[in-house]
């Protein structure tokens, strides 16, 4: 599955929603299916800066595609890294560089998140992209 089609998966399964009290469910039920993140991974080095919640992103590179595995110690934030892994993860470096990330603006996440979290949002965005860059550089 191409990026932009993992994408409008997610927007459609948000459409199913009017109500963002459903929606904010929803983020939190994904964050509880994430699969846990071994303790070894709850590093300084994993930590993303810039959400004011505690979240852990591990990148392993498998066969020239990047696996994301991670963890928040918040409910919706592990819902919306949930969300970025289901889109982000299993693809190429260049892929995930080359990715227009419009379904956060699609499903309304955005304006729907306080400014913290839309900042935090950006910040695990950057730092997955950072990941992607580094391992492009690998690859070179």
């Not at 009290?21 to 994430?34: E, H, S």
């Not at 930590?47 to 992103?57: N, Y």
């Not at 998140?113 to 690998?138: C, D, E, F, W």
Request: proline share 1%; net charge negative; with cysteine.
């Amino acid at each position: 599955m191409t990026i932009n089609e993992a994408q409008d998966e997610v927007i459609e399964e948000f459409a199913d929603f009017t109500d963002w009290m459903d929606k904010y469910q929803m983020l939190i039920d994904l964050g509880n299916d994430l699969e846990v993140l071994d303790e070894k991974y709850k590093t300084e080095s994993n930590l993303i800066d810039g959400c004011q919640s505690r979240v852990w992103v591990q990148c392993d590179y498998e066969e020239g595609k990047l696996v994301f595995t991670a963890d928040s110690d918040a409910l919706i934030v592990k819902g919306i890294i949930a969300l970025l892994i289901q889109v982000l993860s299993g693809h190429t470096p260049k892929e995930i560089l080359d990715a227009d990330l419009y379904f956060i603006e699609q499903i309304g996440l955005r304006e729907h998140l306080s400014p913290t979290r839309s900042n935090g949002l950006l910040a695990m965005v950057k730092q997955i992209k950072a990941y992607a860059l580094a391992y492009q550089a690998k690859e070179a």
